[in-house]
């Protein structure tokens, strides 16, 4: 698991609580954690039923975590670490995606666009890939993130690898900083609609049914108070989240690419 650089967590918690020696090794609460996460959600899950599941007293999480928002931070930064040694592995292999998206058409960059720029610009779309995949299998992550500080070791970490990257280009300070947070901020906004959306799906008893059912109310609207909405109905049948997020994301990016050639 990736977790280095940070800080020994049994240091963290202070707050004036004493603690006694841990039972259990972080790596099984944090495995323990994200199953139970995947399973029933952030909101329904607590430090004392998490020390159950792991048949140990609560004093074991405590000994990591001062509580459940600090143990969520912990769980998403090493999902978060999971994403970079994707990434890694995909340069190892010289591979630009993650195999999930393989069917998708790779950016094209344009004439003006430099060698360092382009392959820069890669570097970022296979980091936030790289992080969307595991979005996709843990739904709970993207709204995570949202919430979570700065400060988490592998957080910071992936920012600076976007910000790394775009000091590649062509582009000044400013315009570096302004595009990293978009990237970011992008990838973590997108990745909690998206999950939120599937979230809300799997509630539903006839998905089919009942998207079918609200594309024909859009349908019934009159066309030429929403020209642009009838306009575009029949893309609904080729959409779904990993076409939703990576069109997105090479928007950003090509908007990126525009501001290097300035």
């Known amino acids: 698991m990736r977790r280095s650089g940070r800080q020994d967590p049994r240091r963290r918690g202070g707050r004036g609580q004493s603690r006694t020696r841990a039972s259990l090794s972080l790596d099984q609460i944090i495995e323990a954690a994200i199953a139970t996460l995947d399973a029933v959600g952030a909101e329904k899950v607590t430090l004392r039923g998490l020390a159950a599941q792991l048949d140990s007293g609560v004093a074991s999480l405590y000994w990591y975590a001062s509580g459940k928002d600090e143990l969520m931070a912990i769980v998403a930064d090493e999902l978060l670490g999971r994403a970079l040694d994707d990434a890694d592995a995909l340069i190892a292999d010289g591979l630009a995606t993650p195999p999930v998206f393989a069917a998708y058409p790779e950016m094209v960059p344009a004439e003006a666009t430099s060698t360092?720029?382009?392959?820069?610009?890669?570097?970022v779309r296979r980091l936030v890939l790289c992080l969307f995949v595991?979005?996709?299998?843990?739904?709970?992550?993207?709204g995570?993130?949202?919430?979570?500080?700065p400060d988490e070791h592998n957080s910071l970490s992936y920012w600076e690898r976007i910000g790394q990257a775009l000091q590649r280009t062509e582009l000044d300070l400013t315009s570096q900083f302004h595009a990293s947070l978009t990237v970011v901020n992008y990838a973590s906004g997108m990745g909690a609609e998206v999950s939120q959306s599937a979230i809300d799906r799997e509630s539903m008893e006839d998905t089919e049914a009942e998207f079918a059912e609200q594309i024909d109310r859009w349908a019934s609207f009159d066309e030429e108070e929403f020209p642009f909405v009838h306009s575009v109905l029949g893309e609904f049948a080729k959409f779904d989240e990993k076409s939703e997020f990576i069109v997105g994301l090479d928007l950003v990016l090509s908007g990126i690419e525009r501001l290097s050639w300035g």
Request: hydrophobic letters at 50%; aromatic letters at 4%.
């Open 144 to 149: 995570q993130l949202i919430k979570a500080g």
């Open 134 to 142: 595991q979005m996709i299998e843990h739904r709970w992550l993207a």
């Open 116 to 123: 360092a720029t382009a392959e820069a610009l890669r570097d």
